[in-house]
């Protein structure tokens, strides 16, 4: 699977939206990117995923770059719940055996009133 | 439904000490996760079980035994902690037919070995 850059920490003013970059320069063709997130002392929860194109969910957008060698998860309008470390994830899409998720260090967002 | 349960939320045990950690899901998913976290850290996996009666290690399986007892439920054991395995433990499961990759976590047990 391939390696994701993040920032370690970004803040956000409650309301306006938060842009989350993630950097994957070595994507594959058949690998998806996703965003999970962990909200302070709980199990990392699935936000959104993409293979090529702009996808958005009832929790975010996800805009991936043509040349698919970034993307940025955009909450549109940050709240406080909203603060925690917010993971990019690359790998294979797979109904296979194994299919665990890397996590890294993610990128701690601190919404603030 | 209640998703992915976990027992205990706490334990401190002292070195030397075993104890099983127990997860279960109500989803009909095939795969099972553990997960341990250490502080300021990502998540680490520690064994997997694709199905029912298989079981395969992960990224950081010493110390630790897993039991797929059944569909619904997968078990961690230490059989005798140590200081370094202080950690948050997570257990996810997820559905294996599709191409979606959505992982279902549990609430996590905090353990401490002292």
């Known amino acids: 699977d391939a390696k994701t850059t993040q920032p370690p920490s970004m803040d956000c003013a409650e309301g306006r939206a938060a842009n989350l970059p993630c950097n994957h320069s070595?994507?594959?063709?058949?690998?998806?990117v996703y965003w999970y997130r962990q909200i302070h002392s709980q199990g990392p929860q699935y936000i959104i995923h993409?293979?090529?194109n702009n996808e958005t969910n009832e929790m975010a957008s996800l805009i991936i770059t043509e040349d698919r060698k970034s993307s940025t998860l955009i909450l549109p309008h940050a709240t406080l719940r909203d603060t925690a470390v917010y993971y990019c994830?690359?790998?294979?899409?797979?109904?296979?055996?194994?299919?665990?998720?890397?996590f890294g260090k993610g990128t701690k967002l601190s919404v603030k009133p | 439904n209640a998703g992915v349960t976990q027992t205990p939320k706490f334990q401190v045990l002292k070195t030397g000490q075993s104890m099983t950690l127990q997860c279960a899901q109500d989803?009909?998913?095939?795969?099972m996760y553990w997960y341990r976290q250490d502080p300021g850290m990502g998540l680490r996996l520690i064994y997997y079980?694709?199905?029912?009666?298989?079981?395969d290690k992960g990224e950081v399986p010493n110390g630790y035994n897993v039991s797929r007892l059944n569909k619904r439920e997968f078990s961690l054991r230490l059989e005798s902690a140590a200081p370094s395995q202080t950690s948050v433990y997570f257990c996810?499961?997820?559905?294996?037919?599709?191409?979606?990759?959505?992982?279902?976590f549990g609430p996590g047990t905090r353990l401490t070995v002292t």
């Open positions: 996810a499961s997820r559905e294996t037919s599709g191409t979606l990759y959505e992982q279902y």
């Open positions: 070595t994507i594959s063709g058949n690998e998806y």
């Open positions: 993409g293979l090529k």
């Open positions: 994830i690359v790998r294979v899409a797979t109904g296979g055996s194994q299919g665990n998720l890397i």
């Open positions: 989803m009909n998913h095939n795969s």
């Open positions: 079980s694709a199905s029912e009666g298989t079981t």
